[in-house]
């Protein structure tokens, strides 16, 4: 992950702060003011991956930005909650009395977050079983590019492309927990950490291995029953903003890193496909009245407005590279139903066409779908080893409490 410099000036001044002793009254005053950077950071960001507005004049500058929802538009976004997440977990953690978090507030709203990234453990492994099977789909696109360019286009290699283009196109109409099962080269037992002996059933067979400091995942499959859009939902349930008299300050960012959570796992799954998504939330309980609510509200909007026309078309996910697949391969599916040896020239001129661009858009699956995954592999781990991290302090404090008198 790349580190701004903004962030890294950011955790380094909360570390050789919390390191220095000072009074109460300054203690309190730096960290109202690290609050509010933190979420002028987190607005900033987020605001980075809205799409900006053309150019005024055909003079300006174009500015390089990633389409929206496109593979490496997801892979900005994922690289915004690892930001986050690093200047969260510094805001928090470091250098904190542990006390502060068995009193109120914190002791309702900690087990909360801790909650939310266990759910949000299980849409990771989702995803990344959803984009095995995009990659199954390039794969498929493929076969039909390579056939099609092959000179002259006769009978056979037509047949193989046609044929190639309809596994795909079917895979595709599937439903949600259809698609889930069908594709036999995508269905595999996933484990980001490493293979454990013992069952495992769901994200919360997440163990620490003290002995050496690292963290072990046990293996799982999604269970049958598991839907992607009730996971979301849960997720969100309890996503309440912090009262203006909360005692504490770290209730604000508490909540921000929640709804970080809620809104980056609600993107992830309406653009790849995840095992039943029918239902799924279009609308997110955001702050509007926070300066970084207002950039999360905007792209949940253009989303949800996405997603409202993916349920109406049937299409299988909002994945920019994706929804582009499937159109060219209907237009690929049409020319081959008609196609007869010799082809007229200006038909084969048009077909080259379409097969230049899904050539390019398996290009560019190619080169993203596998840092894509490997991103995600991150977010795992990064939320694993956090949650670690406060369960650590969750029990300081119970050594801390006096032992109750029979």
Not at 60 to 66: L, N
């Amino acid at each position: 992950m790349p580190m701004t410099d903004n962030q890294g000036s950011f955790l380094n001044r909360i570390s050789i702060r919390r390191n220095q002793v000072s009074n109460m009254e300054n203690n309190h005053e730096q960290d109202i003011e690290d609050l509010e950077l933190f979420q002028k950071h987190v607005a900033d960001r987020f605001s980075d991956l809205l799409p900006n507005d053309p150019p005024s004049t055909t003079d300006s500058p174009a500015i390089d930005q990633s389409p929206l929802f496109s593979i490496s538009w997801f892979r900005k976004l994922l690289d915004v909650f690892l930001c986050c997440e690093a200047e969260f977990k510094a805001l928090v953690l470091i250098g904190r009395d542990p006390v502060q978090f068995s009193k109120p507030p914190l002791d309702r709203l900690v087990p909360d977050i801790l909650e939310r990234s266990i759910k949000s453990l299980d849409i990771c492994n989702a995803v990344t079983h959803g984009l095995e099977l995009v990659h199954h789909w390039q794969k498929l696109a493929q076969i039909a590019v390579t056939a099609f360019e092959q000179k002259p286009m006769g009978d056979g290699q037509v047949r193989r492309a046609k044929k190639a283009l309809n596994t795909l196109l079917t895979s595709m109409m599937l439903d949600d927990k259809e698609n889930n099962y069908h594709a036999k080269a995508a269905e595999r037992t996933w484990s980001f950490g490493r293979r454990s002996g013992g069952g495992g059933g769901g994200a919360g067979n997440i163990n620490k291995d003290r002995t050496n400091g690292t963290f072990r995942s046990m293996s799982w499959s999604v269970a049958k029953s598991w839907s992607a859009s009730k996971q979301i939902q849960a997720m969100a349930s309890n996503l309440v903003a912090p009262r203006g008299g909360e005692p504490t300050g770290l209730a604000v960012p508490i909540y921000a890193m929640g709804t970080i959570f809620v809104f980056v796992m609600w993107a992830l799954v309406a653009a790849i496909p995840c095992q039943e998504r029918t239902g799924l939330l279009t609308h997110l309980p955001l702050p509007r009245n926070l300066n970084w609510g207002q950039a999360l509200i905007a792209l949940q909007d253009k989303i949800a407005e996405e997603w409202k026309k993916k349920e109406k078309k049937g299409t299988t996910g909002l994945l920019d590279e994706m929804q582009k697949m499937e159109k060219v391969a209907q237009n690929l599916v049409d020319f081959a139903e008609n196609f007869q040896f010799p082809a007229e020239e200006e038909k084969l001129e048009e077909v080259a066409e379409q097969v230049a661009e899904m050539a390019e858009i398996c290009r560019k699956m190619e080169e993203g779908l596998t840092p894509l995954q490997q991103q995600i592999r991150e977010v795992f781990h990064r939320i694993v080893r956090s949650r670690a991290e406060v369960l650590d302090v969750l029990d300081q404090i119970g050594k801390m409490s006096p032992p109750v008198p029979y």
